[in-house]
């Protein structure tokens, strides 16, 4: 069974343990063309369920991460800044936004599995 659950706003949240990672979908990266410009929180920061908690520019357009749960923010992606385009070339990988630590875990019960978003994707 996966640990990465997604969003039908295509963000995907791996967890691991207590943390999880969180990041734009290969679909997401690709509809965006070439990233430009991320700007992630502070560590540190509070996060309340449905806050805009990052912002990305591409050359077609500019758009916003939502967490969709509670969390406050432990790690983010430093390189991003200065190498936007990791988004573009390992999205889930390499070119991850933050950590989080979710305020109530069971909350990412409601989220996407890989197969309900691979329908979702198939759809667009």
Do not use: C
């Not at 502070?42 to 806050?51: K, N, R, V, Y």
């Not at 992606?77 to 936007?84: K, R, S």
């Not at 988004?87 to 989220?111: K, Y």
Request: glycine share 8%; aromatic share 8%; charged share 25%.
């Amino acid at each position: 069974m996966s640990n990465v659950k997604y969003t039908e706003s295509h963000e995907w949240f791996s967890v691991e343990g207590d943390e999880v990672t969180v990041g734009i979908t290969d679909f997401a990266q690709s509809q965006l063309g070439d990233v430009v410009f991320v700007e992630l929180p502070e560590e540190g920061a509070e996060l309340a369920a449905g806050d805009e908690v990052a912002v990305i520019e591409s050359v077609k357009a500019a758009g916003d991460i939502s967490l969709p749960f509670a969390a406050t923010v432990v790690a983010v992606n430093g390189a991003l800044p200065d190498e936007p385009e990791l988004v573009n070339s390992d999205p889930m990988g390499e070119g991850w936004f933050m950590r989080v630590r979710p305020q109530n875990p069971a909350e990412l019960e409601a989220l996407l599995s890989a197969d309900a978003y691979a329908a979702l994707v198939d759809g667009e």
